[in-house]
């Protein structure tokens, strides 16, 4: 075996009692490593036949620490490991993290323009990088493989943007306390016009594999159907609450990054179930492009893209090679990072998932007090112990996927 | 090369096995954190694992040949990989994919396992956070040449 010298975690056994009968039900543990759980859920199921009687999610499998972590780093810093958490969506974390430390500083009304613009250009651009994986995924578990090609095809060029404006493909760390990391580089402008131009066949395709399909409706009509006052008493958030006739999102409702200038709107459905969210989903694709499209519009007008205050933004690069003062500022943002007044604040984004929320403290130093997190789909997850009994395991799947929980953010 | 009627070739029959082997790396369904999302892009057409002839991904572990281990791995999950591990049938691979999964990566704390190695035998770590799909299909060939030389897996750890 190993012989690294490092502290080991001798693993302990698992519980025995993974299959037992009592009665006509028998208990049965779905996951935590399962094709179509979308990642390390446990869900304990008591079944008769092949109906759930009872399903009690078991999660923590993939629990990071994350919020602890983040108490150890500065607070520019603090959002490399807050990107991870939900690894679909690393920009919403990213943005709505800055967001809140920006109340807590005060800075909340002079971010510049052309920062606020690119933040909704990246927002949009892993929301609809997000659902691309969802519905790939979506599509698997149903069984129709096909869509899962083309949504990782469009995924591919919008990753290949953030790749060029932020250096990584999937945690890109582009947005930043007070704006984003640089402005955006030579030619990616023909690039996202490129993408402009794909997106609406794109869509087509996607539409044209799944919504007509007799046997995909047949799968998702009616199944986990969620009521507008369950909803609401569930906690659920984003697509899965709009799919149920609730028109909130926090977009309208709370603006931020200048949201209320865009013109959009909120796609809902009555119906609450897997077919109405999936729906919805679509719509909110088309949705994004249409906030990409006046995005693109503004994006022809330069400006600054970070924060003019030598507190907290550090100097251009190029001044650094040129001027002592430059490079000690430079040094000491680097090596100190910035202090934020004590205080708390809360912030909140539209996630591709819903209302996510970091609320955070500080007692006045260069590190975070206390990050909590609002994650959407722990509370979008918890309603499948409520719309799971009376189903088939089988629909089970589908639930799971209709409700799309990523679990970094779930556990984190 | 071209082989006419009546013509044959000679091969050592382990050398046939392991070509064969080596061309069906069948890897478990198994996603962990940010990297299997990754890992899911290699199958995607941009990179397609297929051609390598891995493209099968097995949900269950006494069918497949390959554990990519993608992600961090929290001290809660990491009984279900040692026991995942311990179900899939010899000879098998490892391939640690991504900072988290060889060494805990950012996250040195109370919850993350440091580094796969100390639960399960590593046979290709990939750097990054997450790798590249690329890296992770360099990986899958560099296990393919360690089962063309005769590797049986595990190797790094009982050297």
Known sequence: MSTTERPTTPPEPMTPEIVSREGNSMVLSMGPQHPSTHGVLQIMLEIEGETVVKAEPEIGYLHTGIEKSAENLFWTQAQTVIERMDYLAPESNALCYALATERLLGIEGKIPERAQTIRVLFSELTRMASHCVWLGTHGIDIGAITVFFYCFDLRENLLDLQEAAGGARMHPNYMRIGGVNGDLPQGFLDRFD??????????????????????????????????????????????????????????????????????????????????????????????????????????????????????????????????????????????????????????????????????????????????????????????????????????????????????????? | MEVGPGHFLLAKLDDVARWAQSSSVWPLTMGLACCAIEMMTVTAPEYDIARLGSEVFRSSPRQADLMIVSGRVAQKMAPVVKRLHDQMADPKWVISMGACASSGGVFDNYAVVQGVDTIVPVDVYVPGCPPTPDGLLYAVNLIQQQIREGGRGGVLARG
């Open chain 1, 194 to 412: 490129a993408l402009l131009e794909k997106f609406p066949g794109r869509m087509r395709d996607l539409r044209g594999l799944l919504q007509a399909n007799p046997i995909f409706q047949d799968r998702t009509i009616d199944v986990g159907t969620l009521t507008p006052e369950e909803a609401v008493r569930w906690n659920v958030t984003g697509p899965a609450l709009r799919a149920s006739g609730i028109a909130y999102d926090v977009r309208r409702a709370f603006p931020y990054c200048g949201f209320e200038t865009y013109e959009f709107d909120v796609p809902t459905r009555t119906e609450g179930d897997a077919y109405a969210r999936f729906l919805v989903r679509l719509d909110e694709m088309e949705e994004s492009y249409k906030i990409l499209k006046q995005v693109r519009k503004r994006l022809d007008t330069p400006g600054a893209v970070m924060i003019d205050d030598p507190k907290i933004a550090a100097p251009p690069k190029e001044t650094i090679a040129l001027s002592m003062e430059a490079l000690i500022h430079h040094f000491k943002i680097v090596s100190e990072g910035f202090r934020v007044p004590p205080g708390d604040a809360y912030a909140s984004v539209e996630s591709p998932r819903g209302e996510l929320g970091y609320y955070i403290v500080s007692d006045g130093g260069n590190r975070p007090y206390r990050i909590r997190t609002r994650p959407p789909s722990l509370y979008n997850l918890q309603v499948l112990k409520h719309i799971a009994p009376g189903n088939l395991i089988a629909d089970l799947v589908v639930m799971i996927g209709s409700l799309d929980p990523v679990f970094g953010e779930v556990d984190r």
